[in-house]
């Protein structure tokens, strides 16, 4: 069996791992860098961390309008059927199923991680703790308790200051896992070009090439509107420094993240509804960045777009006779395992996950 896999990010490389592993021909379509847009993310995994997906609370867009009145978050993509739908789906709690849906997400992965790292951990795996500084711990703690993931939190001290420990978390380096993966993936053919469209068993490139096979999935995040789930582009920035740092923690007040690994220190930083390829914001992240940690040295930058639903969970499905796997926001990477293991059992003519479908945006299938 022959399968198209349109996008190479983490999920896509997910999703070409298990199609691989259960013998099929699998060839991954990606205009730039293998893995370079995913390379941008922090690394961190958050595998009862959920909250930080639910962009649709009532209080999220006040949130987020203070951010820009800060400076440290714009808007320069207009999607207006992704506002529609955000509208649709402002203040309401997701359904039982999908909470359990998601639970099985981040099991799923946290297992497959762990197994990765045990054949070899050339990708600095380590389960610690993520400390939340700049936030009101107790509200917090009292807040978990009533979280549906039930994440494992306590009271801790980070950078001198109180914050809020999750001890379900786990980092890697986003660069050496690309790595990791693309030697994983030596039987599979990689094909750099742009998909301009996707009909039926076949994707059209750009230049007139054409690629024909018994399945197509399509995981390039935002790409994944022309197939009418709204799914918007929230851009973020990474940089590896030689900036020094002993725990991994998220400055809330700032909007920064910070990985110490074995080589560098991982500084990410942005949540911007920006396709564009304006990137001047960058600099801001690391104004915020010195403001926490000294000066420091920048060795590499990298660009994410993070695909994010209106509800901020993933979609899984087929949509006609195409695999649409997208919309996992800012937790792409941690469940990037399970989403490729689900992406790749509908391409191979398996069930899928009813909670995870798009009928919750596309009524008219």
């Known amino acids: 069996m022959k399968v198209v896999v349109v996008g190479g990010g983490i999920v896509g490389l997910f999703t070409a791992f298990y199609l691989q592993n259960e ?7 990606e205009q730039g ?9 922090a690394g961190i995994l958050e595998f009862t961390r959920f909250v930080i997906n639910r962009i649709n609370v009532k209080s999220y867009p006040w949130r987020y309008f203070k951010m820009m009145i800060r400076g440290d978050a714009r808007v320069k993509t207009w999607d207006w059927g992704w506002i529609r739908a955000y509208l649709g789906v402002w203040g309401k709690d997701p359904p ?5 849906a998601i639970k099985t997400l981040g099991d799923f992965s946290w297992r497959q991680y762990r197994a990765l790292a045990e054949v070899k951990n050339d990708f600095d795996y380590a389960e610690e703790p993520l400390y939340e500084v700049g ?3 107790g509200k917090a703690l009292e807040e978990a308790k009533k979280d549906p993931l039930a994440p494992r939190v306590e009271a801790g001290k980070c950078c001198g200051r109180e914050a809020l420990a999750y001890l379900d978390a786990a980092k890697l380096s986003t660069d050496a896992f690309v790595e990791r993966m693309l030697r994983e993936l030596r039987g599979v053919q990689f094909v750099k070009g742009k998909a301009q469209e996707v009909a039926g068993k076949e994707v059209w490139l750009e230049g007139g090439d054409v690629l024909r096979a018994d399945a197509v999935v399509v995981a390039a995040g935002y790409w994944a509107r022309k197939f009418g789930v709204p799914v918007a582009p929230f851009k973020g920035y990474g940089f590896l420094t030689n900036a020094k740092a002993d725990k991994m923690f998220i400055d809330m007040a700032r909007g920064v993240a910070i990985v110490p690994l074995s080589k560098y220190t991982k500084i990410t930083g942005r949540f911007d509804l920006d396709g564009t ?24 930058t990298a660009v994410g777009y993070r695909p994010c639903t209106p509800d901020g969970f993933p979609v899984v499905d087929r949509i006609g006779s195409v695999v649409v796997v997208t919309g996992a926001c800012r937790l792409g990477w941690t469940y990037g395992p399970a989403l490729g293991k689900l992406a ?22």
């Not at 860098?33 to 993310?41: F, H, I, L, T």
């Open 33 to 41: 860098e293998v893995g370079g847009w995913s390379r941008a993310a």
């Open 96 to 100: 039982q199923e999908m909470w359990e």
């Open 277 to 300: 390829d304006n990137h001047s914001p960058s600099k801001k992240v690391l104004q915020r960045a010195r403001e926490i940690l000294g000066n420091f040295d920048v060795v590499a």
């Open 23 to 29: 013998g099929a021909d699998v060839v991954v379509v």
């Open 344 to 365: 790749a059992d509908l391409a191979l003519g398996r069930r899928g996950v009813e909670a995870l479908s798009a009928a919750r945006f596309i009524r008219s299938r």
């Open 135 to 137: 936030v009101d711990v």
